[in-house]
């Protein structure tokens, strides 16, 4: 069975060309998953597709180009539906990234809907991306914040959700799987909860989708948000999947072409949804590598990209753990992807650095989490993020390139 899974990864492993690279003279270890995924050659050959064959502008031409153009984009769409399970094409609406889907949530949902004194609950593992958009909204509004805290161990205080759902909660804004601690955050009993008070709740799910199964109408969030470049699709691509019901309800946030019926001297009228929401020329391209990208981890299973992803994460929490000098920030089970960790006198810059010296590719900072690491009471960490192009070996890779770092700043 093992024969078979490692096979199967090996498989997984040739269909990424730049993982034949080396950097400083040694075979490279991509360990930034977290920020951007590696792309697989189905998913380049997609986009080379277009290129070469239908490059031209959706929605508008008349001629054969813009009509295979137009059709391979809403295939696209159908694509992601299918791969996260919104009921209809229609509460698919790509934007440029996770970053963008959230604040078009933010702007378009609670920003005529929110005043003075309301609350949207987030917690203290938030992304920026998750966060700076709301304080444009609290600004704006009088609506203010309030935080799930997070317990020793850097998981939510669940058992304080009654509490903090009480009172004017309009919204509840959390992330699916935190980028620094990894864990895997239990939002189904959050939606369950906040619907009960009458809040919406939007997903950040950015770190979870495409690195586990997605059923977006049996989590039964009102709003989903993720990126295509952290599931082995492109930069400039992204998705707010949100109940038809809410999104139609919305206005929009930017006009131009595509997302009229008609446009008179004074005003104009909505196109329909999705595209209401879908302003100017869309990032076509990067559409249809999102679409191939579904495609390609549904063709590995993502109960496999999950358990693969899960079980390196853990191997890894587990390791830089148990190493001397080096501690893991948040859960050792449950974690998926991201690993973030201090190395006793080494700066996280440095000991990335040093890394990167030895091929490996490791983030160092605040991973656009700064509260988080104010409350973790450092300004930096360094941060390995697993995924289905690593392999057990990165793991011993790693841990011997610690090895080294700490023999370089004489703490071994
Ligand atoms: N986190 C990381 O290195 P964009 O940049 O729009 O594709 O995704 C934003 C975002 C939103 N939520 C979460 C949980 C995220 O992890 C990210 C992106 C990257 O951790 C880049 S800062």
Request: charged share 20%; glycine share 10%.
């Amino acid at each position: 069975m093992k024969a078979v899974a490692d096979s199967l990864w090996k498989q997984v492993r040739e269909d990424f060309p730049i993982l034949a690279r080396e950097v400083h003279g040694r075979p490279l270890v991509y360990l930034d998953n977290a920020a951007t995924s590696l792309t697989p050659r189905p998913v380049l050959a997609a986009m080379n597709h277009y290129y070469e064959h239908a490059n031209a502008n959706v929605h508008r031409g008349l001629h054969t180009l813009s009509a295979e153009a137009s059709e391979a984009f809403e295939q696209a769409r159908d694509k992601v539906q299918r791969f996260i399970g919104a009921r209809g094409r229609e509460s698919v609406v790509f934007t440029r990234g996770a970053t963008s889907a959230l604040n078009l949530a933010a702007r378009a949902w609670a920003r005529p809907r929110l005043a003075r004194g309301d609350v949207i609950l987030v917690s203290e593992l938030e992304h920026h991306a998750n966060l700076v958009s709301w304080h444009i909204i609290t600004k704006e509004t009088g609506a203010k914040l309030r935080f799930i805290p997070l317990a020793d161990d850097g998981t939510w205080r669940i058992d304080l959700l009654p509490e903090l759902l009480q009172g004017p909660v309009k919204m509840v804004s959390v992330a699916h799987v935190s980028n620094v601690l990894g864990g895997i955050n239990p939002v189904k009993e959050v939606i369950a909860q906040a619907h009960a008070v009458g809040a919406k709740v939007m997903i950040d799910a950015a770190q979870s989708v495409g690195h586990m199964p997605m059923d977006f109408q049996a989590l039964d969030a009102d709003f989903l948000a993720f990126s295509g470049h952290k599931m082995c699709g492109p930069t400039g691509i992204g998705v707010l999947c949100g109940k038809a019901e809410l999104l139609d309800d919305m206005e929009p946030v930017e006009g131009g072409g595509d997302m009229i019926v008609h446009v008179g001297w004074e005003e104009s009228t909505w196109n329909l949804l999705p595209y209401k929401f879908e302003a100017g020329t869309p990032p076509i391209a990067e559409a249809i590598g999102l679409g191939a990208a579904c495609e390609f981890l549904g063709g590995i299973g993502l109960d496999r990209v999950r358990a693969h992803t899960q079980e390196l994460t853990e191997l890894a929490a587990r390791t830089l753990d148990g190493m001397d000098g080096v501690h893991v920030y948040g859960p050792l089970v449950g974690r998926l992807g991201p690993v973030a960790f201090a190395v006793d006198g080494v700066h996280p810059h440095d000991v990335a650095t040093l890394l990167d010296g030895e091929g490996i590719a490791v983030r160092a900072g605040h991973h656009c989490a700064q509260p988080l690491h104010t409350k973790l009471g450092a300004s930096a960490t360094a941060r390995a993020s697993f995924y289905i192009t690593n392999q057990p070996e990165d793991v011993d890779r790693l841990v011997a390139g610690l090895q080294v770092v700490q023999e370089v700043f004489g703490v071994r």
